[in-house]
């Protein structure tokens, strides 16, 4: 099937679009309930995304929390390149992205924030950044896909889809305005 405001992946078999942008809006909406929930509103809150696709993810996030509560959250952005453990069998150096945070993240209930947790390593990075800057008060994980595959004793407290996957396919989460959409696709 698809979707008006995707990509054409239809010229593929190795390629399949599973979630249009109602569906990525519905879950998203759920998660920000979830979050506001499982947090007792926006106190201390701090919505935290991984660069790149945890960034936007948090973007609408915060967004729609703002709306629910009619109170903003303070977003920030970290850019974990520094603290990945493959950095050294990179054959050329990183190309860094700028982190921002706003305020500070101590004594924050912060929620880390990302479209797909696969092995665990890029939140484990995300983390000891965190730490790097400061002592937040708790670190909570909301993923977009959680789409299994773990090496590391991670898991999200947030998911807007569970999509088990084969480890000879990718999930590409585009949240980008007009191409909203999550693909699966096989290596071929």
Same mark, same amino acid.
């Given at each position: 099937? #698809? /979707? *008006?405001?995707? *990509?054409?992946?239809?010229?593929? %078999?190795?390629?399949?679009?599973?979630?249009? +942008?109602? #569906?990525?809006?519905?879950?998203?909406?759920?998660?920000?309930?979830?979050?506001?929930?499982?947090? #007792?509103?926006?106190?201390?809150? /701090?919505?935290?995304?991984?660069?790149?696709?945890?960034?936007?993810?948090?973007?609408?996030? &915060?967004?729609?929390?703002?709306?629910? $509560?009619? &109170?903003?959250? *303070?977003?920030?952005? @970290?850019?974990?390149?520094? /603290?990945?453990?493959?950095?050294?069998?990179?054959?050329? *150096? +990183?190309? =860094?992205?700028?982190?921002?945070? %706003?305020?500070?993240?101590?004594?924050?209930?912060?929620?880390?924030?990302?479209?797909?947790?696969?092995?665990?390593?890029?939140?484990?990075?995300?983390?000891?950044?965190?730490?790097?800057?400061?002592? %937040?008060?708790?670190? !909570?994980?909301?993923? =977009?896909?959680?789409?299994?595959?773990? $090496?590391?004793?991670?898991? &999200?407290?947030? @998911?807007?889809?569970?999509? %088990?996957?084969?480890?000879?396919?990718?999930? !590409?989460?585009?949240?980008?305005?007009? #191409?909203?959409?999550?693909?699966?696709?096989?290596?071929?």
């Amino acid at each position: 099937m #698809q /979707y *008006p405001d995707a *990509p054409d992946l239809t010229s593929s %078999p190795l390629s399949r679009i599973l979630l249009d +942008p109602s #569906q990525i809006d519905r879950m998203i909406r759920r998660m920000a309930h979830e979050i506001l929930e499982r947090n #007792q509103g926006v106190r201390d809150l /701090y919505l935290i995304g991984i660069l790149k696709g945890g960034g936007i993810l948090a973007e609408r996030l &915060a967004s729609i929390i703002c709306a629910i $509560e009619g &109170a903003s959250v *303070p977003l920030g952005t @970290v850019d974990i390149t520094l /603290y990945r453990d493959d950095l050294s069998s990179k054959p050329s *150096p +990183p190309f =860094l992205k700028k982190s921002a945070l %706003p305020e500070p993240v101590d004594l924050k209930r912060v929620v880390l924030v990302d479209d797909v947790l696969f092995t665990g390593r890029s939140v484990r990075s995300a983390m000891d950044l965190l730490m790097d800057l400061g002592r %937040p008060s708790r670190v !909570q994980l909301a993923v =977009l896909i959680d789409r299994g595959h773990r $090496e590391l004793p991670i898991r &999200a407290d947030f @998911v807007g889809k569970n999509l %088990p996957t084969s480890r000879d396919e990718t999930v !590409q989460v585009s949240l980008e305005t007009g #191409q909203e959409h999550v693909s699966l696709h096989r290596k071929g």
